[in-house]
T-cell receptor, first 113, second 114 residues
Framework: ETGVTQSPTHLIKTRGQQVTLRCSSQ?????VSWYQQALGQGPQFIFQ???????GRGNFPPRFSGLQFPNYSSELNVNALELDDSALYLC????????????FGQGTRLTVV | AQSVTQLGSHVSVSEGALVLLRCNYS??????LFWYVQYPNQGLQLLLK??????LVKGINGFEAEFKKSETSFHLTKPSAHMSDAAEYFC????????????FGTGTRLKVLA
């Protein structure tokens, strides 16, 4: 079991609403990445934070935004929810660098109705 | 651009049989390759990784993978399947340009038959 925890584990929201997902990183890790895993698909990179700054972004619209706090915990915010946002959202913490292992949380299952 | 392709979205093997899950990569530079496993309703757990050095990589739970540059492959194997191996397996490449992020394959669901 990793030291990465996500909350909540499940969430149901209505189309058009806003949602905030939270992630507590593994101790000592300064980098947090968020991934979206749609049903039957591999995880897709949303964005990454390194020392409280956005460090890269995948092909996701601006209504997906995030924060990283001084203790390296992180939030993912999604505005104006759409049905296609229904997915498992995974947080991964790591040290910054090439080839480093990422430790994943158990994910938040978001259902948009 | 770097990518990985997993052949076979579903694989079934009998308990005790060889497990072979296929992954091919595309990369113009030496790749950093990973295999992750996902059990139901859980996040991803690292099985093994290849960065540099020995091309045969041993991981947890008896799994291993061999990096073959000539075939652009990084197939995952286990000599004898166990019921507890039933899960979804993802091959991934760690990108070497811009942000260091994972690009995952679409996954292979392994079913182990008694």
């Amino acid at each position: 079991e990793t030291g990465v925890t996500q909350s909540p584990t499940h969430l149901i929201k209505t189309r058009g609403q806003q949602v905030t997902l939270r992630c507590s990183s593994q101790s000592g890790h300064n980098t947090v990445s968020w991934y979206q895993q749609a049903l039957g698909q591999g995880p897709q990179f949303i964005f990454q934070y390194y020392r409280e700054e956005e460090n890269g972004r995948g092909n996701f619209p601006p209504r997906f935004s995030g924060l990283q706090f001084p203790n390296y915990s992180s939030e993912l915010n999604v505005n104006a929810l759409e049905l296609d946002d229904s997915a498992l959202y995974l947080c991964a913490s790591s040290l910054e660098g090439l080839g480093t292992e990422a430790f994943f949380g158990q994910g938040t299952r978001l259902t948009v109705v | 651009a770097q990518s990985v392709t997993q052949l076979g979205s579903h694989v079934s093997v009998s308990e005790g049989a060889l497990v072979l899950l296929r992954c091919n990569y595309s990369s113009s530079v030496p790749p950093y390759l990973f295999w992750y496993v996902q059990y139901p309703n859980q996040g991803l757990q690292l099985l093994l990784k290849y960065t540099t050095g020995a091309t045969l990589v041993k991981g947890i739970n008896g799994f291993e993978a061999e990096f073959k540059k000539s075939e652009t492959s990084f197939h995952l194997t286990k000599p004898s399947a166990h019921m507890s191996d039933a899960a979804e397996y993802f091959c991934a490449v760690h990108t070497t340009s811009g942000t260091y992020k994972y690009i995952f394959g679409t996954g292979t669901r392994l079913k182990v038959l008694a």
